[in-house]
């Protein structure tokens, strides 16, 4: 049961202009950006990474770059996998248009009220119900990978945008994609999910300033251990 960081990049200049970047080339992180991701690299530190998995886009990796600067308690931390899967929402037509101007368009309110029902318009234009499938289905696979390779214990990372993150939190909450505008993933957030047999549990979410150390695997004992349980503690649990 490994626990997976969900990492939404640092603030962006279309962040900071109002624009919808999508996958616009060259949307870097501006000067907030690159300090808050300066800022959560020094938080991660106790925490040792197994994999780190990133988005193509420039934002993205100049974010997980900046994680990559501080070793963790093992050393360098691995280098970063590129998965398209964990690519922003391809938004077609709206992409690069002030958000000012998307808001007076008709399907503005399906993609706040109805988001399942989302589709963007113009040639490559995605439907929000896709995206949501190919992030959760790309996390729920490199979790599983990485606890082949590395155990239950393991931590992994994905440094990727704010409405997968979302998707992801909402798959691993139980709730309808409908519903997961109520979310938020702010930049430089991190939110925690651990999968076991039977259900997720979410650790975190929108954490943009707490101690990151929890999350540091503990010390293995020669003791032979006992499978980790995939029951919730009734009445609330003591804690990491």
């Known amino acids: 049961m490994p626990t997976v960081l969900l990492v939404r990049h640092g603030r962006s200049t279309a962040n900071t202009s109002g624009v919808l970047a999508g996958w616009t080339p060259g949307v870097q992180l501006d000067e907030t950006g690159e300090r808050q991701a300066a800022d959560l690299g020094a938080r991660m530190a106790p925490v040792a990474l197994s994999r780190l998995v990133v988005s193509p886009l420039e934002r993205c990796r100049q974010t997980a770059e900046a994680l990559r600067a501080v070793d963790g ?90 409405d997968l993150i979302k998707a992801v939190l909402a798959d691993a909450l139980g709730m309808h994609l409908d519903l997961f505008q109520r979310l938020s993933a702010d930049p430089c957030s991190v939110s925690a999910v651990r999968y076991t047999p039977l259900r997720p549990f979410v650790l975190r979410v929108n954490d943009t300033g707490g101690d990151l150390s929890a999350f540091a695997p503990p010390a293995r004992k020669r003791r032979r251990r006992r499978p980790a349980s995939s029951d919730a503690v009734v009445g609330g649990g003591t804690g990491a």
């Open 73 to 162: 308690p093992t050393g360098a931390r691995p280098d970063p996998l590129v998965d398209e899967r964990v690519g922003e929402a391809r938004y077609g037509d709206w992409t690069g248009r002030p958000l000012t101007a998307l808001a007076k368009e008709p399907a503005w309110r399906t993609v706040q009220a109805h988001p399942s029902a989302a589709v963007f318009p113009g040639p490559g234009g995605e439907s929000m119900a896709a995206m949501a499938h190919r992030v959760v289905a790309a996390v729920r696979e490199h979790d599983a990978q990485v606890a082949a390779e590395h155990g239950d214990d393991a931590v992994w990372a994905a440094v990727t945008h704010g």
